[in-house]
């Protein structure tokens, strides 16, 4: 079992949806990130978030560390919001591992 | 305020030949990352370095890859020699201090024939 999971893997939706992207990790964290990365290879942090939940335009993120879990919500989605949308933890003072990210594709 | 610079942005060789991969941080910014990205996965830390000397390189395939931020503002990251499995986006990213957010440099893309 990978130390980050994300779900969905890929999500496909209209514009105009509300999206939910989720993030699982399996031990204690100090820091969660949200990062953005479009097509050419560009990645973009959205947030940095060790507890409750941060807004950012039509961005929301959550974390709940109890239940070791994170959501990041985009509101009102745009065709522009297509990209892969990745997770990452941080241990203490240790490097960050990384999900799989999670491909997002908004249709006109 | 500059963003992270990266040279080359794509890269083509052949196996067994070298590489050198250019990175200018951040004005300022403490830290270096270098990162892999395979296709399809998530970024991989290469190594980190904090000024000018190395925090992490646990992960650094050290019989054939190589970095240095000998005055604590540029890097470059070498592989040689080459294998078709090096194939992948080089990413280069900085924070001011190593728990804070990371920018990222646009990568390059190295494909080994």
């Known amino acids: 079992k990978n130390e980050v999971e994300q779900s969905p893997q890929n999500l496909t939706a209209q514009e105009g949806e509300f999206i939910t992207i989720n993030c699982s990790y399996s031990v204690g964290i100090s820091a969660l990130h949200w990062l953005q990365q479009h097509p050419g290879g560009g990645i973009v942090s959205l947030f940095m978030?060790?507890?409750g939940k941060k807004k950012h335009g039509r961005l929301i993120a959550t974390i709940n560390i109890q239940e070791k879990h994170s959501s990041l919500h985009i509101t009102a989605s745009h065709p522009r919001d297509s990209a892969v949308y990745i997770c990452a933890v941080r241990r203490g003072a240790q490097k960050l591992v990384f999900g799989q990210g999670t491909r997002l594709t908004i249709n006109p | 305020e500059a963003g992270v610079a990266q040279s080359p942005r794509y890269k083509i060789i052949e196996k067994r030949q070298s590489v050198a991969f250019w990175c200018n941080p951040i004005?300022?910014?403490?830290?270096l990352y270098w990162y892999q990205q395979i296709l399809g996965q998530g970024p991989k830390l290469l190594i980190q370095?904090?000024?000018?000397?190395?925090?992490?390189d646990s992960q650094l395939p050290k019989d054939r890859f190589s970095a240095e931020r000998l005055k604590g503002v540029d890097s470059t990251l070498k592989i040689q020699p080459a294998k078709l499995e090096d194939s992948a986006v080089y990413l280069c990213a900085s924070s001011k201090e190593w728990d804070n957010e990371q920018f990222f440099g646009p990568g390059t893309r190295l494909t080994v024939l």
């Open positions: 004005s300022g910014h403490a830290t």
């Open positions: 370095f904090q000024n000018n000397g190395v925090v992490d």
């Open positions: 978030l060790s507890s």
